[in-house]
């Protein structure tokens, strides 16, 4: 095979109108205005505006665009866009020029109605608002559409309430940026302008031939397989973890980098996952908001590039029953613009007082807010993976790693702590090989809020899922945290020993939530039950805590959502948890009617008539066949009963009111016999002649690419 050249120093961000470009190109009154408003979070005048939008233009000319769009990421969990092309009315003698204005930049006007609000604007009161976030910057994207200039945008009703994943995402970035200033000032850093949280996402997803997923109406309708026996061989040789990556996906994977890179997206570690067809990308952490939007982004290249190689990128949480799910690690830490990270423990962790208070801080909230961060990472398809023997459990622990939990229990225990346990050296045996210092403590991959080394890694995201909720979640309980922390602070006579009287407390307090033990297990949940840790198993049971007196408070105390917000969002998420299963429960009711039964008909007649033929033929032993029919048969009259019941049961979905109630009505009877109807089905698939089966196997799906 021959190997084409890539600069990727040339290729990285050259579709993207980043700092170099605008350096280069605006003014410098201009760049330096502009530069400001990103980094103090200033106001734009329309006049700087004019002259960024006319510059942005001219480039994405020259880069190929025809459109610019604004960009936005409304509660669909997918990006919007609307192009306008850059033309303008033609001139008299019927040219026409192309023009984009500062206010075409700053503001547009989507017709919102027809985006979810929760009940936030009635559609008579349609208009909603994308407002450029200059803090993302804008790119070139290339499609058979042309290229069209994207606008990162946050979008908002007529009234400011946001109707977005961005909106609230800012907002916390400002709750977070206030209270850990406060902190640093408090311990003395007088250089710090700004703190951000930086995240890295990683990004699992599956890969299946693009022939195969057309055959399978579940796939295509809902993301995920509703039927589907186990293949002889599943995940259980561990074969495809970091394995040898197959030179079909490999071409794909080169692909999907280089579009990555175009797009100034940091595309960085690539490999096998668990599961057979399945494979993680990960990105360079970043600040949270572009780390979003790239995210976004990634997602749809893996989408666009796999079509081009005749495959399917599938990126729900669980397409496969019984095999590995896909998740989304969002990997957080808090860096100040001096270069601190506040998660960084150094050296000596067990003298690092600011690390210990904000690691202490951290407890605090994760425990305070454990429903809400299990709440932020709810969506529908997480439901089949969380809990699982895979996917950390439902239950929000810490893993701290055994270096920081000692340190804690010899302040809890002592009242101060002495000593930090250190990494070994790891020998190999090999005398070859160098030894090497072992981090202080090792990975717990059950661990849905771990530590990891200078960040935390929340495991829980589900793999379609925008992050966006999981970090304002993140971002908006560590404030609060940080917050309660310094209003002590700045009160104290010590500092020093009210430093240390926090973190005492709050270890003390909050050392129910540190978990190192096996998430999967049995005797853990039981323990978390008994330690008062909330166990909120679906996405149903999880809504609420978005609504709860405490996060209503918290949430608008630091001005991330109002009341009225997280109302919508609530009423949002049940819709389309009750539309999701319905969708589901129809496509099984297709299938089984339009592919199933009449295979199974077909199977059992000609099982029937060769009986028949072979009973004319001689006195044979015909035990085995009968026996075939007889239980073919009998699954068939228990597919027939469920499918009967499943569609009395669809058509009531539309008659509970909407909200909780239809939530929980698809949860607690519809789902149960979606399964009802599953089982037989899939004992069936392992009695039909394969040629008979109307659909590829799980077998055929993961392990023929
Ligand atoms: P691991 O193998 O421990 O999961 P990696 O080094 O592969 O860790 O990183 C996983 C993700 O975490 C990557 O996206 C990486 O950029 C990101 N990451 C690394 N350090 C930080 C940090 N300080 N803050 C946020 N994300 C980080
Ligand atoms: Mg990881």
Not at 549 to 559: C, H, N, Q, S
């Amino acid at each position: 095979m021959s190997e084409e050249y890539i600069d990727v120093k040339e290729l990285f961000g050259c579709d993207v109108f980043n700092d170099a470009v605008m350096h280069e190109r605006l003014p410098k009154k201009v760049y330096q205005e502009l530069k400001e408003t990103i980094k103090e979070g200033k106001e734009l005048s329309l006049e700087i505006a004019d002259v960024v939008a006319h510059e942005m233009k001219e480039w994405a000319i020259e880069k190929g665009a025809t459109h610019y769009s604004h960009w936005f990421q409304p509660l669909t969990g997918v990006t919007a866009e609307k192009h306008d092309a850059f033309i303008s009315a033609p001139m008299e003698d019927g040219r026409v020029l192309m023009s984009f204005s500062g206010k075409e930049l700053i503001k547009g006007e989507p017709d919102a109605s027809s985006f979810p609000s929760g009940g936030l604007r009635a559609t008579f009161e349609a208009r909603g608002y994308t407002a450029w976030d200059p803090t993302s910057p804008a790119f070139v994207r290339h499609d058979p559409a042309g290229g069209i200039l994207c606008i990162p945008t946050a979008f908002c009703s007529y009234t400011g309430e946001a109707l977005d994943q961005k909106t609230p995402l800012l907002r916390s970035m400002e709750a977070i940026n206030k209270q850990a200033l406060r902190l640093l000032r408090l311990f003395g850093n007088t250089t710090a302008k700004r703190v951000t949280p930086s995240v890295g996402a990683e990004q699992e997803y599956f890969l299946v031939d693009k022939q195969k997923w057309l055959q399978r109406k579940d796939l295509i309708y809902t993301g995920r397989t509703l039927f589907g026996a186990m293949p002889p061989k599943g995940q259980e040789m561990d074969d495809h973890y970091f394995g040898t990556i197959r030179q079909r996906v490999s071409a794909y994977m080169k692909e999907v980098n280089e579009e990555c890179w175009r797009l100034g997206i940091t595309a960085k570690t690539q490999h096998n996952e668990v599961a057979p067809a399945q494979h993680e990308l990960a990105p360079i952490y970043a600040p949270v908001n572009i780390a979003q939007d790239h995210n976004q982004l990634m997602m749809r290249i893996l989408k666009k590039v796999a079509s081009r190689h005749g495959m399917r990128c599938l990126l729900h949480e669980k397409p496969f029953a019984g095999v590995n799910g896909s998740g989304k690690h969002n990997n957080w830490s808090l860096t100040s613009d001096d270069g601190i990270n506040l998660l960084d423990p150094g050296k000596r962790p067990h003298e690092n007082k600011l690390f210990l208070l904000v690691l202490a801080c951290i407890l605090k909230a994760v425990d305070e807010h454990a429903d809400l961060l299990r709440a932020s990472a709810a969506d529908v398809g997480n439901d089949q993976r969380l809990g699982g023997n895979e996917a950390p459990p439902v239950i929000i622990s810490v893993f701290l790693g055994e270096q920081l939990e000692d340190i804690f229990n010899q302040l809890i225990n002592d009242g101060t702590a002495t000593h930090s346990i250190k990494g070994e050296l790891l020998e190999t045996g090999v005398k070859t090989l160098p030894d090497f210092r072992k981090d202080a403590t090792d990975r717990n991959r059950t661990s849905p809020f771990a530590f990891t080394g200078n960040k935390f890694e929340f495991r829980m995201v589900g793999s379609q899922d925008s992050i966006s909720t999981c970090n304002v979640v993140l971002n908006t309980i560590t404030a609060e945290a940080f917050k309660e922390a310094c209003d002590r602070l700045e009160k104290a006579e010590d500092f020093d020993k009210e430093v240390m009287d926090i973190i005492r407390e709050y270890a003390t307090e909050h050392k129910r939530i540190i978990f190192s033990g096996n998430g999967y297990s049995k005797e853990w949940q039981e323990e978390a039950v008994r330690l008062g840790l909330p166990n909120l198993p679906t996405m149903v049971d999880a809504i609420p805590a978005f609504v709860s007196d405490k996060a209503v408070r918290m949430f608008e105390e630091f001005g991330v959502f109002s009341k009225v917000e997280l109302e919508s969002r609530a009423e949002i998420m049940y819709e389309i948890y009750a539309k999701a299963i319905n969708i589901e429960a129809r496509t099984m009711i297709d299938m089984a009617t339009k592919q199933i039964i009449p295979a199974v008909i077909k199977y059992t007649t000609v099982l029937a008539e060769s009986i028949n033929q072979v009973r004319a033929a001689g006195d044979f032993d015909i035990s085995v066949q009968e026996k075939l029919l007889s239980k073919a048969s009998s699954k068939l009259t228990e597919v027939y009963r469920a499918l009967s019941v499943l569609k009395k049961s669809t058509q009531e979905i539309q008659n509970k009111p909407e909200g909780p109630e239809r939530a929980r009505f698809c949860l607690d009877n519809v789902i149960p016999v979606m399964n009802e109807l599953r089982r037989p089905v899939d004992e069936l698939e392992m009695i039909v002649d394969k040629e008979m089966w109307p659909m590829p196997s799980y077998g055929d799906l993961i392990f023929e690419l």
